[in-house]
């Protein structure tokens, strides 16, 4: 096993690296400007807002993500003449295009499934006071609710930026130079299969762990009164 | 009615190999959470590293990266080997293999986990009780924490269940004639990307949907005789 080829192609694994990290960052920021309405309607007693919602994340957690890239890059083309009268075409064809839209609508359904099991998980007592104080409606939601609600939701989002991380990696199969794309394409030219899966492996450990600690970083800060004593 | 073209039995055949894929997938997932599970509750240091080391791995390296470093790497190291001792062979390993023996690695790490939690959810006075009574540590193992981990793991196993079945839809990626790869392939010939690929999705639905109504009343089962809420 020779590392000095890794040294000697390194820079296509950096680029690879931070466009998997440029597209974990922008799936996730998109994702998460939609999730809270998503699990809002989740949550609402409007039938017509509900069901939608529901059908809508049963549908992207019910279906494996590699699925949803193929039927939006590959599918899209079926659609070609339809999606050229609506002005549409230039977006679906380009691959970048369908791996930030997959990427983006299954983590909206996963952020709103969290979002709402945290909303549900904030404490009636909290809801109760607010109420004998006169709050309701969207003072409620903005003072009392979402606040207690993203600190509740913290652990589990954690997870979800990791499993994000780890499913950008699938966008290599639509011939996007992520990391491991990049690691594929040098494997193809080189051989040097160990050496460069390995790299790419110890970058992606790298990458999600400095994550974790991050977020073990911010959980302490901001529930640290909450923690059990260990 | 949607025109499958004549493919429409072989993506029923995938679908009859994916399931395949997933229960023998699941299998050694269970045997290696059950394996690390001991090896993170046991008294010897090296074996709760060990463990240890096996959840960190596979929670940081995506299982595209594992899946083509096992798929391409393994054949590699063993004709390295064997190069080596002097024979010059040619392997190649099975996608089947490959895929049930990564898809089982990568989900006993999240089955360990389940299985940490089911086990230390168990009263220790039972165990107490049942030295007492002169068991000895397969018997106790058998009739005393088993039954009872079982309770506490269903939820987190159906979960990993959920998860894996459509993890298998990456070893389309290594060829293996299952639901993605055969609507790949009928896509390809028929031109019909969007249709056959939302018909893989319709048949994962499926599998997640009659999953989850397994799981209800697996779980309900496994809770008879508990008190509930009235």
């Given at each position: 096993?020779?590392?000095?080829?890794?040294?000697?192609?390194?820079?296509?694994?950096?680029?690879?690296?931070?466009?998997?990290?440029y597209?974990?960052?922008?799936?996730?920021?998109?994702?998460?400007?939609?999730?809270?309405?998503?699990?809002?309607?989740?949550?609402?007693e409007?039938?017509?807002?509900?069901?939608?919602?529901?059908?809508?994340?049963?549908?992207?957690?019910?279906?494996?993500?590699?699925?949803?890239?193929?039927?939006i890059?590959?599918?899209?083309?079926?659609?070609?003449?339809?999606?050229?009268?609506?002005?549409?075409w230039?977006y679906?064809?380009?691959?970048?295009?369908?791996?930030?839209?997959?990427?983006?609508?299954?983590?909206?359904?996963?952020?709103?499934?969290?979002?709402?099991?945290?909303?549900?998980?904030?404490?009636?007592?909290?809801?109760?006071?607010?109420?004998?104080?006169?709050?309701?409606?969207?003072?409620?939601?903005?003072r009392i609710?979402?606040?207690?609600?993203?600190?509740?939701?913290?652990?589990?989002?954690?997870?979800?930026?990791?499993?994000?991380l780890?499913?950008?990696?699938?966008v290599?199969?639509?011939?996007?130079?992520?990391?491991?794309?990049?690691?594929?394409?040098?494997?193809?030219?080189?051989?040097?299969?160990?050496?460069?899966y390995?790299?790419?492996?110890?970058?992606?450990?790298?990458?999600?762990?400095t994550?974790?600690?991050?977020?073990?970083?911010?959980?302490?800060?901001?529930?640290?009164?909450?923690?059990?004593?260990? | 009615?949607?025109?499958?073209?004549?493919?429409?039995?072989?993506?029923?055949?995938?679908?009859?190999?994916?399931?395949?894929?997933?229960v023998?997938?699941?299998?050694?997932?269970?045997?290696?959470?059950?394996?690390?599970?001991a090896?993170?509750?046991?008294r010897?240091?090296?074996?709760?590293?060990?463990?240890?080391?096996?959840?960190?791995?596979?929670?940081?390296?995506?299982?595209l990266?594992?899946?083509?470093?096992?798929?391409?790497?393994?054949?590699t190291?063993?004709?390295?080997?064997?190069?080596?001792?002097?024979?010059d062979?040619?392997?190649?390993?099975?996608?089947?293999?490959?895929?049930?023996l990564?898809?089982?690695?990568?989900?006993?790490?999240?089955?360990?986990?389940?299985?940490?939690?089911?086990?230390?959810?168990?009263?220790?006075?039972?165990?107490?009780?049942?030295?007492?009574?002169?068991?000895?540590?397969?018997?106790?193992?058998?009739?005393?924490?088993?039954?009872?981990?079982?309770?506490?793991?269903?939820?987190?196993?159906?979960?990993?269940?959920?998860?894996?079945?459509?993890?298998?839809?990456?070893?389309?990626?290594?060829?293996?004639e299952?639901?993605?790869?055969?609507?790949?392939?009928?896509?390809?010939?028929?031109?019909?990307?969007?249709?056959?690929?939302l018909a893989?999705?319709?048949?994962?639905?499926?599998?997640?949907?009659?999953?989850?109504?397994?799981?209800?009343?697996?779980?309900?089962?496994?809770?008879?005789?508990?008190?509930?809420?009235?």
């Amino acid at each position: 096993m020779d590392f000095s080829i890794v040294a000697e192609h390194y820079p296509t694994l950096l680029d690879g690296a931070l466009i998997t990290l440029y597209l974990t960052l922008l799936s996730l920021s998109i994702g998460f400007v939609f999730a809270v309405p998503m699990a809002l309607c989740r949550l609402s007693e409007n039938f017509f807002l509900a069901k939608p919602a529901y059908i809508y994340v049963l549908c992207f957690r019910g279906t494996p993500l590699i699925v949803q890239i193929f039927l939006i890059y590959y599918g899209s083309g079926q659609f070609r003449a339809e999606l050229t009268g609506l002005g549409l075409w230039e977006y679906f064809r380009s691959a970048w295009f369908c791996a930030v839209l997959s990427l983006t609508l299954n983590t909206i359904a996963y952020t709103a499934e969290i979002f709402r099991g945290a909303i549900q998980a904030v404490p009636r007592g909290d809801i109760e006071a607010a109420n004998a104080c006169g709050m309701s409606g969207i003072l409620l939601f903005r003072r009392i609710i979402l606040p207690k609600a993203f600190r509740l939701a913290i652990p589990a989002y954690g997870n979800e930026i990791i499993f994000t991380l780890q499913s950008t990696s699938l966008v290599s199969v639509i011939t996007i130079l992520d990391l491991t794309g990049a690691a594929r394409k040098l494997v193809s030219k080189t051989f040097a299969v160990y050496e460069f899966y390995l790299t790419a492996a110890v970058i992606y450990l790298v990458m999600t762990y400095t994550i974790v600690f991050i977020f073990k970083w911010i959980e302490k800060r901001l529930s640290g009164h909450l923690q059990r004593a260990e | 009615m949607i025109d499958f073209k004549g493919y429409g039995w072989t993506l029923l055949e995938g679908l009859q190999l994916t399931l395949l894929v997933g229960v023998c997938a699941m299998l050694v997932a269970i045997m290696l959470g059950l394996l690390g599970a001991a090896g993170k509750m046991s008294r010897s240091r090296s074996a709760r590293y060990a463990a240890e080391c096996y959840t960190v791995i596979v929670r940081g390296v995506p299982e595209l990266i594992l899946l083509l470093l096992i798929y391409y790497g393994v054949p590699t190291l063993i004709q390295g080997v064997a190069t080596s001792l002097g024979h010059d062979i040619i392997i190649d390993m099975n996608p089947f293999t490959t895929g049930v023996l990564t898809i089982g690695f990568v989900y006993g790490a999240f089955s360990t986990e389940v299985f940490r939690v089911a086990f230390q959810a168990i009263d220790r006075g039972q165990l107490e009780a049942a030295n007492a009574a002169g068991m000895n540590q397969w018997l106790v193992f058998r009739r005393i924490l088993l039954p009872q981990a079982l309770r506490y793991a269903l939820p987190g196993l159906g979960n990993v269940w959920m998860i894996l079945i459509k993890a298998t839809a990456l070893i389309s990626i290594i060829q293996l004639e299952e639901t993605m790869r055969k609507a790949y392939i009928a896509a390809g010939a028929t031109r019909q990307p969007f249709t056959f690929f939302l018909a893989a999705a319709g048949l994962f639905l499926g599998i997640t949907l009659v999953s989850m109504f397994v799981q209800t009343r697996l779980e309900s089962w496994a809770n008879r005789g508990q008190p509930r809420y009235r």
